[in-house]
């Protein structure tokens, strides 16, 4: 038998395939953005246009990928933080808008001292780190990853959007020696391993996302350490499960942190917790 003659397709129809493969429009309207080269709005009003092959053979493929759980952010090569336009590949998690509520929180707090010394711990592809440089230049921002792969992100990533941050590689406060910070940030794994919800996250690196049997694993050796590696009236800021906010206050509490408080994220759950170093701020 010949080859099949591969039959074009009208845009307006191919969403309609993502829509019956349970892909949301506004994913799939991307993807075919993305493939032609065009806006998404230009998309919207283009229904009639045809897609033919090899462009079409890609987008299906792209579209088999959503289909089965690849986030949107891994398909496009890139996704916004805060204002910012981070690459990700599967390497780092995608970043997420709940996040920006942490950073958010750490541009309040941050001027403890008049140059503030800043950590963020386990930066993945740099999102907290570069956002917080991009709105106070002023700041000396320290990013972490124990991931050669996401530190490379990350310094790609700062490149790219000529941000000044200083990257070091290793385990939570292992990469920082004896340096001492004003202000700490982390979003780190949280989930734990037996969690149903990791399912749904299966495309994405499994070391960002769980610690240990009740998720709290990282978090506890973060805040363990914080006490030594911050300057007094510093604040430690961390991302955490719905429903570890309790957890983390306690935990914060006994490393000597005062001032515990938990934040809502945009889905009204308790979703970051922080707490201030016991003593006057240094340069303040
Ligand atoms: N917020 C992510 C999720 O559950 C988890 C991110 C993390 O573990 N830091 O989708």
Known sequence: MPPAVPTPVAIGQWL????????????AQQLVALHVGRTRTWVLAHDDEMLAPPLLDALDAALARRADGVPLAYLV???EFHGLTLQVDPRVLVPRPETESLVDWALEVGAVAPRPRVADLGTGSGAIALALKRQRPEWQVTGSDRSADA????EANARRLA???HWVAGDWWQPLGGETFDLVVS?????ASDDAHLLALRHEPGSALMAGADGLADLRRIIAGAPAHMAPGGWLLLEHGFDQAEAVRALLAQAGFEAAQTRP???????CTGGR???PASGA
């Open 16 to 27: 309609q395939r993502a829509r019956d493969l349970g892909v949301a429009r506004l994913d």
């Open 77 to 79: 090569g890139e996704r």
């Open 151 to 154: 530190l490379a992100i990350a």
């Open 163 to 165: 941000l000044a941050v």
């Open 187 to 191: 979003n780190p794994p949280y989930v």
């Open 265 to 271: 994220d945009l889905a009204g759950l308790p979703r």
């Open 277 to 279: 170093r016991a003593g």
